[in-house]
C-alpha cells in the first residue's frame, strides 16, 4: 500500500524535504509514503485565484490513480485525535488499495476536488503554511501508524 501526498507547490526549503523524508523512510516496506508535487498555477493579478485553483484541479485530477481512497485536506474536514490516527492508518490498510491525501494550493480545493473525495481532513482550525503541512502531515501519519502497530514512538 501507498499513501501517496499530492500536494501543490514545488521548490520546498530544505528543511521541509529533510523532515518529510526524516519520517518517509521510517515507514514499513508494507506502507510507502510518497510525495507528488503538483506545479503551481502562476497567479498574475485580479481574477486570477480561481483560474488558477481550476487549473491546479484539474492538475490534480489528472495526477490521481484510477483505484485510491482519496482524502482531501479541508478546513471543512474532520479532525482527528492521535489515537483516532491510529485507527485511521489501520483502517487505511485493509482498504486494498492506496490512499491519496491532496493539499491544495493557496486558494484550497475546488468543490470537483471535494465531491471526489472519500472524506476531508482538516488539520487544524489554523492556517498552516504549506511547507510545513507536510512535515506535519508525514509525522502526524507516521504517529498513526506506530499506534497502529504498537510502537514506542507515540509513548516516547
Avoid: C
Avoid at 120 to 127: A, D, G, I, R, V
Avoid at 144 to 153: E, K, M, R, V, W
Amino acid at each position: 500500500m501507498k499513501i501517496i501526498l499530492l500536494a501543490v507547490g514545488t521548490k520546498m526549503p530544505g528543511w521541509v524535504q529533510e523532515g518529510f523524508n526524516d519520517y518517509q523512510k521510517r515507514f514499513p516496506s508494507e506502507m510507502k509514503l510518497v510525495l507528488e508535487e503538483i506545479p503551481p498555477v502562476k497567479r498574475n493579478g485580479k481574477g486570477s485565484e480561481e483560474k488558477a485553483k481550476e487549473l491546479e484541479a484539474k492538475l490534480i485530477l489528472e495526477a490521481l490513480p484510477k483505484k485510491a481512497y482519496i482524502i482531501a485536506l479541508d478546513e471543512r474536514g474532520k479532525q482527528y485525535t492521535s489515537l483516532e490516527m491510529g485507527q485511521k492508518v489501520g483502517s487505511w490498510q485493509s482498504l486494498g488499495m492506496d490512499v491519496v491525501l491532496i493539499v491544495g494550493g493557496p486558494n484550497g480545493l475546488t468543490d470537483e476536488i471535494r465531491q471526489k473525495a472519500n472524506e476531508m481532513w482538516s488539520l487544524s482550525k489554523l492556517t498552516l503554511p504549506h511547507p510545513l503541512v507536510r512535515v506535519f502531515l508525514a509525522e502526524t501519519i507516521y504517529r498513526g501508524y506506530s499506534i497502529y502497530a504498537n510502537l514506542p514512538y507515540h509513548r516516547a
